[in-house]
Each structure stands twice: as structure tokens, then as C-alpha cells.
């Protein structure tokens, strides 16, 4: 089992950056991980996964804008935001899966405002 805790969330305006990232409390190495997010009212979707291997994913929202990248020695994985739009804003989540287990981290909140 491993613990997830996301930071780097915040209020920025549009055209704006920030980086995610999820510490974990044990190795992730063997663990596909992933950011996902949720905006209110709507169902939490992911963004961009990495697995274990390192080979990504995105979603097409967030193509050539987002990138997601893992630390193994630090067991920490990232999510740079670059472009932010408004309607990135949501509640972003931190995931890790091995063998049809799934963890997840308690969120961080992205506003993305003028």
C-alpha cells in the first residue's frame, strides 16, 4: 500500500504555470502512475498517466501543454502545467496502480482566473 500527497496547486491566471507533485509515502517504481481531475459537477477524467516503464499518455485537452514525468529515487511524480486555460480548473488528483490496486491522494485545488 502507498500513501499519495499531492501540493503545488493554486490560483493562477490564464496563460500561467504551475507543477504538481505527488510524494508518495513508499516506492512507486512499481507502480503505473497517473493525475487525474475533477471539476464540480462533472466526473473526474484523467489527464496524463505515466507507467512504470515510463511511456505517457494525455488527454487531448491538455496535448503539448501538460507534462507529466516521475522521480523513482525521490518517489515523486509531476504534472507541469503550462498554458493553463480556465477550464483546467479543477481538483487534481494523484494515482497510483499495480495489479488492480488503485491509490489515491486527497487532491489539490487548481483555479485557473484573471
Known amino acids: 500500500q502507498v500513501q499519495l500527497v499531492e501540493s503545488g496547486g493554486g490560483l493562477v491566471q490564464p496563460g500561467g504555470s504551475l507543477r504538481l507533485s505527488c510524494s508518495a509515502s513508499g516506492r512507486i517504481s512499481i507502480y503505473d502512475m497517473g493525475w487525474y481531475r475533477q471539476a464540480p459537477g462533472q466526473q473526474r477524467e484523467l489527464v496524463a498517466s505515466?507507467?512504470?516503464?515510463?511511456?505517457?499518455n494525455y488527454a487531448d485537452s491538455v496535448k503539448g501543454r501538460f507534462t507529466i514525468s516521475r522521480d523513482n529515487a525521490k518517489n515523486t511524480v509531476y504534472l507541469q502545467m503550462n498554458s493553463l486555460k480556465p477550464e483546467d480548473t479543477a481538483v487534481y488528483y494523484c494515482?497510483?496502480?499495480?495489479?488492480?490496486?488503485?491509490?489515491w491522494g486527497q487532491g489539490t485545488q487548481v483555479t485557473v482566473s484573471s
Open positions: 494515482n497510483a496502480g499495480f495489479l488492480g490496486s488503485a491509490y
Open positions: 505515466i507507467t512504470r516503464g515510463g511511456s505517457t
